[in-house]
Antibody, heavy 117, light 112 residues
Framework: QVQLQESGPGLVKPSETLSLTCTVS??????????WSWIRQPPGKGLEFIGY???????TFNPSLKSRVAMSVDTSNNQFSLNLNSVTAADTAVYYC?????????WGVGTAVTVSS | QSVLTQPPSVSGAPGQRVTISCTGS?????????VHWYQQLPGTAPKLLLY???NRPSGVPDRFSGSKSGTSASLAISGLQAEDEADYYC????????????FGTGTKVTVL
């Protein structure tokens, strides 16, 4: 059974960098079959795509976030990561990681991140 | 920044059939990209409900069905049950956004 688990600080100061990690079990981030994705959901709002990455490092980002986003894959620890810099209160959200198959077929439970001083 | 439009809410009595529309454009649904649907129960992560327009993952009841035509897609729930009360989102890709994924605005389904 494939499981994904997000981890990282729950509170980030404005202008700093939000860093999250998704640990995968039951599958390999080095698999040639899948991409790995980040999605977020601000409080009381809908889902927003952040980006996805392949094991090779090839990635696609939401154009509205592209200038502030970086993603990476760590095959030795079976993890992939998200960095979002220059955060503001508008980046406060629940952040989800997910596996990309036909659709986003496996999701983590999500981690809440608040941007506040 | 949602480029896929859904009705904010739909409702129905138990046993009824409800449909949720997902309206896009020629750069996403109309370009032939697959449409996927997600169900988000209160306080939980989204769950893949339908993939590639109309396919159900293992374990999803056949009460849920999907279709696509032109620049729009639809999700139908037949035999509505109390446990179907949730938020539903469509998702596709958009060639005008560097093939980035896009989500619908979301629809709250209420079982009366």
């Amino acid at each position: 059974q494939v499981q994904l688990q997000e981890s990282g600080p729950g509170l980030v100061k404005p202008s700093e960098t939000l860093s999250l990690t998704c640990t995968v079990s039951g599958d390999s981030v080095g698999s040639h079959r899948y991409y790995w994705s980040w999605i977020r959901q601000p409080p009381g709002k809908g889902l927003e795509f952040i980006g996805y990455i392949y094991y090779s490092g090839s990635a696609t980002f939401n154009p509205s976030l592209k200038s502030r986003v970086a993603m990476s894959v760590d095959t030795s620890n079976n993890q992939f990561s998200l960095n979002l810099n220059s955060v503001t209160a508008a980046d406060t959200a629940v952040y989800y990681c997910a596996r990309v198959s036909s659709g986003l077929d496996v999701w983590g439970v999500g981690t809440a991140v608040t941007v506040s001083s | 920044q949602s480029v896929l439009t859904q009705p904010p809410s739909v409702s129905g009595a138990p046993g009824q059939r409800v449909t949720i529309s997902c309206t896009g454009s020629s750069s996403n649904i109309g370009a032939g990209y697959d449409v996927h649907w997600y169900q988000q129960l209160p306080g939980t992560a989204p769950k893949l409900l339908l993939y590639a327009d109309s396919n159900r993952p293992s374990g999803v009841p056949d009460r849920f069905s999907g279709s696509k035509s032109g620049t729009s897609a639809s999700l139908a729930i037949s035999g509505l049950q109390a446990e179907d009360e949730a938020d539903y989102y469509c998702q596709s890709s958009d060639k005008s956004l560097s093939h980035s994924y896009v989500f619908g605005t979301g629809t709250k389904v209420t079982v009366l």
